[in-house]
């Protein structure tokens, strides 16, 4: 059958539903309280090692409970974030839960979790950047080798020198650095060899259509080969079939994330994902 890669369109589909029921501006004010009212939370998604099956780490995404319009998507108000600059508050807030999350994760399970945290470009940007980084690891206790974050290739390519300096100041920290929606965006190969990237995520319009997709999977065979060449892991985003993680396995795909094998979800989902000796497929 003809899969449905809709990414494109559920994106459109969900912003237009919100600026149907509510202005930009009412938008605006009610992000701005939104921090303040505890309004915004985080649902957390297994990344899955292929090989072992197991649970290797989370990716934290961030929701809006809105007291009128319910549960709203990030994308339907994370753009609106960082054209206002809210992003950056929150950004930090998104940083500072979820190593606080991880961090507990560690404690109760004693098994290491680690937690990636999407940047956006306006984020990254801000020269604090760094400093808040080194703050919330110390104020959380968070080991930085069990924080990613997830830049786009878009971020990277924006100004190469501030971005230079301060993937150089996230690089001395000891965090994980890696490319989320990778080949969707524009990306100089040279930027990958400077830059000490140690994992990419094929985006997920390239992993729908497989095993079928003959030229997705020549694509996604390329960039795990690339990846590997380049010594850094790849982790591929939107499995939701035991074909397309067969397939994946049979390329050396190293990480796996998506419906399959799990949902974004809650806490306490997580911790009983974390608690279970089973490996979390076969
Ligand atoms: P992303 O970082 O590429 O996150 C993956 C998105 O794909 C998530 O959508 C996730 O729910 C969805 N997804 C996961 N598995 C599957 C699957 O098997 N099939 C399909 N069709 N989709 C799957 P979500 O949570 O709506 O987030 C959308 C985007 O919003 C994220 O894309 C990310 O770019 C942005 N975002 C989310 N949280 C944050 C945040 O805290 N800060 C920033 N700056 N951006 C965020
Ligand atoms: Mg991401
Ligand atoms: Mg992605
Ligand atoms: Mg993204």
Known sequence: HAKNCGKNNAKLYSSALTTQIMSHVKLEVGLRRALQHNELYLQ?????????????????????RHPEHGIIPPNDFIPLAEETGLIVPIGEWVLRTACLQARAWQQESRRAVRVAVNLSARQFKDENLAQTVLAVLH???????????????????????A?????????????????????????????????????????????????????????????????????????????????????????????????????????????????????VLR
Not at 44 to 64: C, F, H, M, N, T
Not at 226 to 234: N, P, S
């Open 139 to 161: 104020e959380t206790g968070l080991d930085p080798r069990l924080l990613e974050l997830e830049l786009t290739e878009g971020t990277l390519m924006d100004d190469a020198r």
């Open 163 to 279: 971005t230079l300096t301060t993937l150089e100041q996230l690089r001395a920290i000891g965090i994980w650095l890696s490319i989320d929606d990778f080949g969707t965006g524009y990306s100089s190969m040279n930027y990958l060899k400077r830059f000490d990237v140690r994992a990419l995520k094929i985006d997920k319009s390239f992993i729908c259509g497989l095993p079928q997709d003959s030229e997705n999977a020549a694509i996604t065979r390329a960039i795990i080969a690339m990846a590997h060449g380049l010594k850094m892991a790849v982790v591929a985003e939107g499995v939701e079939t035991g074909e397309q993680l067969a397939l994946l396995e049979q390329y050396g795909c190293d990480m796996a994330q998506g419906y399959l094998l799990g949902r974004p979800q809650s806490i306490d989902a997580i911790a009983r994902m974390l608690a279970g000796a089973q490996p």
């Open 44 to 64: 957390y998604q297994p990344q899955i090692d292929v090989k072992s099956a197991q649970i290797v780490g989370v990716e934290a995404l961030v929701r809006w």
